[in-house]
């Protein structure tokens, strides 16, 4: 016979974990000898390692009673389907990690390739991260709504880089967003580049007539830095209004 101590370890578990096994009643608790010990005999470490194998294999404790108890065909059929839940939280932790490796990655989280590569040719032209941060947001609403246009897009974005006009304009832009005030007279440059880009640009092939896309990134410019106010009237001056799709400010008559 054995003690609780004696049978935890010959089965390989806490004495913890016997006594919770008593308390759910998986493992029957004997009787108390004179001394007030309970003694346990070979049948009861049968039953204990059985648990324990369940347990370590991933059998929830509510189902071992079932299982002990069940003829071979009902265990069999038991443990298929165990093994199919199991299966499923495989999967679905397999595809936790993989979001998981994509966070780590940052950009690709929730970009597809084509613009991660534009994302890092930002920051081989001098763009700051947080100029990289402002473009990938806007990115992420264009990649929303027109992804299966990004194969068109992109040629045309990483074109434009070749322009030292847009590589002069995103660098000002960066040394704006990390320590430009609200009337910084960097803004006026910014204002005349991008009213020089929009006089000089072809038609564009780039997605469009999507109103509701088109003002959600106009607006996310607007809500992430207010001197986007500013600039907005500085290139009003200069004939042009909007972000994303600049157009020509209607002369008055006369």
């Known amino acids: 016979m054995l003690t609780i101590g004696q049978l935890a370890a010959y089965a390989g578990v806490t004495v913890r974990a016997v006594r919770h096994y008593h308390q759910i009643g998986l493992l029957p608790e004997p009787e108390r000898d004179a001394a007030g010990y309970r003694q346990y005999g070979a049948t009861a470490v049968v039953a204990l390692i059985k648990i324990r194998s ?32 199991l299966r499923e939280e495989i999967g679905r932790l397999e595809s936790s990690r993989s979001q998981i490796a994509q966070l780590a990655a940052g950009d690709s989280l929730v970009l597809p390739p084509e613009v991660v590569a534009f994302l890092d040719r930002l920051r081989e032209i001098g763009a700051s991260e947080r100029m990289v941060e402002a473009e990938r ?61 929009a006089e ?47 157009e020509r400010v209607p002369r008055p008559p006369g």
């Open 54 to 85: 369940l347990a370590d294999a991933g059998v929830p404790l509510s189902q071992i009673g079932h299982l002990l108890d069940a003829d071979a065909e009902t265990f069999a059929l038991a443990v298929r389907k165990i093994d199919d839940r």
């Open 137 to 197: 947001d806007g990115w992420i609403l264009v990649a929303a709504r027109w992804r299966d246009q990004l194969a068109e897009i992109m040629p045309t974005k990483h074109a434009q880089l070749e322009d030292p006009l847009m590589v002069r304009l995103y660098q000002v832009g960066s040394a704006l967003l990390e320590d430009g005030t609200a009337d910084d007279p960097r803004l006026v440059e910014v204002a005349d580049i991008l009213a020089d880009l």
């Open 200 to 246: 000089r640009a072809p038609p564009s092939g780039e997605a469009g007539g999507d109103d509701v896309a088109h003002d959600l990134i106009d607006a996310l410019v607007v809500e992430s830095d207010p001197r986007s106010q500013r600039l907005l009237e500085l290139l009003r001056e200069r004939g042009w209004s909007g972000w994303s799709r600049p």
